[in-house]
């Protein structure tokens, strides 16, 4: 099974202000990432946990919540093993943890509905926080 593990981008730890840029990394061991499909999702406090991004293993076909169509951008470099989602413009609205997921079964294309079910194998979290 592929283990994965978030990191930030911001240089405290992820916490950043209205309109700010930030890029999240998704490392993976154990397992090729390109035999994966890799999803980004997020939970805020007293949030369920709601699919952001996803990108397809094969033909890099992705998706993203309208929330954040236009502002973020899923990625991957299948030769590091990482999955990156830049943000960019960000609001306080965005502020939750981030996770990565793995699936080497789930496709991904613009019609995707993401769901956290749908993913085997997540990382830890990382949070982000985006101040007003």
């Known amino acids: 099974q592929v283990r994965l593990v978030e990191s930030g981008g911001g240089s405290e730890g992820g916490l950043v202000q209205t309109g700010d840029s930030l890029r999240l990394s998704c490392a993976a061991s154990g397992s090729t990432l390109d035999a994966h499909a890799m999803g980004w999702f997020r939970q805020a406090p007293g949030n369920e946990r709601e699919g952001v991004s996803c990108?397809?293993?094969?033909?890099?076909?992705?998706n993203y919540a309208d929330s954040v169509k236009g502002r973020f951008t899923i990625s991957r470099d299948n030769a590091r093993n990482t999955v990156y989602l830049q943000m960019n413009s960000l609001k306080p609205e965005d502020t939750a943890v981030y996770y990565c997921?793995?699936?080497?079964?789930?496709?991904?294309?613009?019609?995707?509905?993401?769901?956290?079910?749908?993913?085997?194998?997540w990382g830890q979290g990382t949070q982000v926080t985006v101040s007003s």
């Open positions: 990108i397809n293993r094969s033909d890099g076909s992705t």
């Open positions: 997921a793995a699936d080497p079964d789930y496709y991904c294309d613009s019609e995707s509905i993401l769901v956290a079910q749908d993913f085997r194998s």
